[in-house]
T-cell receptor
Framework: GQQVMQIPQYQHVQEGEDFTTYCNSS?????IQWYKQRPGGHPVFLIQ?????EVKKQKRLTFQFGEAKKNSSLHITATQTTDVGTYFC?????????????FGKGTLLTVNP | ETGVTQTPRHLVMGMTNKKSLKCEQH?????MYWYKQSAKKPLELMFV???????ENNSVPSRFSPECPNSSHLFLHLHTLQPEDSALYLC?????????????FGPGTRLTVL
C-alpha cells in the first residue's frame, strides 16, 4: 500500500530557532495534508496542498508541495513553545481511493524556552 | 472543541469483555472514520463510512466491528481483544466523504486491554 516517509522523527530546538519536517513518497500524490497533534491531544488539520509546486503560508508556517508531487515540507520560522507537538503529513496517492488517507509517522517537535 | 465527541475517553477491558466505543459528530458531515494510533506507529485507518455505508475496511480483524446507524453516529464494537490492541482510537469526520476534505478528529478513546 501507499507509504509516506516523514523525517526527522524527532526534532528538539531552542525557542526562536527554525524547524522543518519533510514528507517523501515514491509515488505521485494526489494531494497532501498536514496535521498537528499536541501532546495528549488529537490531530488538528493545518492545511492541504494540491497543486504541483504549491506554497502556502500560515503566519510562521510555510508549506510546500514538490514540483513532482512526491514530496512536501513544513517549515516553522522562529519556533515558540506553543509549536510543541507532533506534525503529521497525510496523503492520497494518485489513482487510490479518495477515502483513504495515509499518515506519515510524524515529527515530534520539542522547544526549549 | 472540534465538534466530534467520543466516549468513553478511557477504557480498560479484559480479553473476554465486550465493549463499544461511541463517536458523535455535530458538524453536519456525511463521512466518518475510525483510526488506531499506537506508540511508534503511524496513524492507521480502520474503517470509513460515507453516507452510512462502509466504503473502506482496512484489513481490520473481525474482533473490531463498526456500526454507523446514521451520519452523526459511529460505533466500534470490541470483543475478545488482545493486549496488542491497546491504543488510542480516534474517530474523525469530514464533509463530502472524500479525504480531499479535511478531517476533524475527536479526542480519542484510550483503550487498555489486559
Amino acid at each position: 500500500g501507499q507509504q509516506v516517509m516523514q523525517i526527522p522523527q524527532y526534532q528538539h530546538v531552542q525557542e526562536g530557532e527554525d524547524f522543518t519536517t519533510y514528507c517523501n513518497s515514491s509515488t505521485t500524490l494526489s494531494n497532501i495534508q498536514w496535521y498537528k497533534q499536541r501532546p495528549g491531544g488529537h490531530p488538528v488539520f493545518l492545511i492541504q496542498l494540491v497543486k504541483s509546486g504549491e506554497v502556502k503560508k500560515q503566519k510562521r508556517l510555510t508549506f510546500q508541495f514538490g514540483e513532482a508531487k512526491k514530496n512536501s515540507s513544513l517549515h516553522i520560522t522562529a519556533t515558540q513553545t506553543t509549536d510543541v507537538g507532533t506534525y503529521f503529513c497525510a496523503v492520497i496517492n494518485s489513482g487510490g481511493s479518495n477515502y483513504k488517507l495515509t499518515f506519515g509517522k510524524g515529527t515530534l517537535l520539542t522547544v526549549n524556552p | 472543541e472540534t465538534g466530534v465527541t467520543q466516549t468513553p475517553r478511557h477504557l480498560v477491558m479484559g480479553m473476554t469483555n465486550k465493549k463499544s466505543l461511541k463517536c458523535e459528530q455535530h458538524l453536519g458531515h456525511n463521512a466518518m472514520y475510525w483510526y488506531k494510533q499506537s506508540a511508534k506507529k503511524p496513524l492507521e485507518l480502520m474503517f470509513v463510512y460515507s453516507l452510512e455505508e462502509r466504503v473502506e475496511n482496512n484489513s481490520v480483524p473481525s474482533r473490531f466491528s463498526p456500526e454507523c446507524p446514521n451520519s452523526s453516529h459511529l460505533f466500534l464494537h470490541l470483543h475478545t481483544l488482545q493486549p496488542e490492541d491497546s491504543a488510542l482510537y480516534l474517530c474523525a469526520s469530514s464533509h463530502g466523504g472524500s479525504s480531499y476534505n479535511e478531517q476533524f478528529f475527536g479526542p480519542g478513546t484510550r483503550l487498555t486491554v489486559l
